[in-house]
């Protein structure tokens, strides 16, 4: 069993950073895709971005590239989103996930549900 801990999340003001971690342990391969998505109050959770651990292949939403980066260190077994830029459409509670993913092509974000282990969250929060 996966297990997944997010930090790193607080509150900000616009234009500022946050760097979010994801503490993993438990996995049984080394073949995995790790993503960050997050959900705002009253809206659907979002995928932002993911990285396949095989080829080091990023995905970024649209909405989040450029800003934000994704990264890992393979011998902590842990993910990093970075965040600059921030915006108060930002705002939102955090999530790591996991999936056993061995291609050699992008981790995606669509459907969530191809991911069975996922954090608590941690809250990000921007203000004007």
């Known amino acids: 069993q996966v297990h997944l801990v997010e930090s790193g999340g607080g509150s900000v003001q616009s234009g500022g950073s946050l760097r979010l971690s994801c503490a993993a342990s438990?996995?049984?391969?080394?073949?995995?895709?790790m993503a960050w998505f997050r959900q705002a109050p009253g809206k659907e959770r979002e995928g932002v971005a993911t990285?396949?651990?095989?080829?080091?292949?990023?995905y970024y939403a649209d909405s989040v590239k450029g800003r934000f980066t994704v990264s890992q260190d393979t011998a902590k077994n842990t993910l990093y989103l970075q965040m600059n830029s921030l915006k108060t459409e930002d705002t939102a509670m955090y999530y790591c996930?996991?999936?056993?993913?061995?291609?050699?092509?992008?981790?995606?974000?669509?459907?969530?549900?191809?991911?069975?282990?996922w954090g608590q969250g941690t809250q990000v929060t921007v203000s004007s």
């Open positions: 438990g996995y049984t391969s080394s073949n995995y895709c």
């Open positions: 996930a996991a999936q056993y993913f061995y291609s050699w092509g992008r981790c995606y974000t669509n459907p969530p549900t191809q991911f069975p282990y």
């Open positions: 990285i396949s651990n095989l080829r080091g292949s990023t």
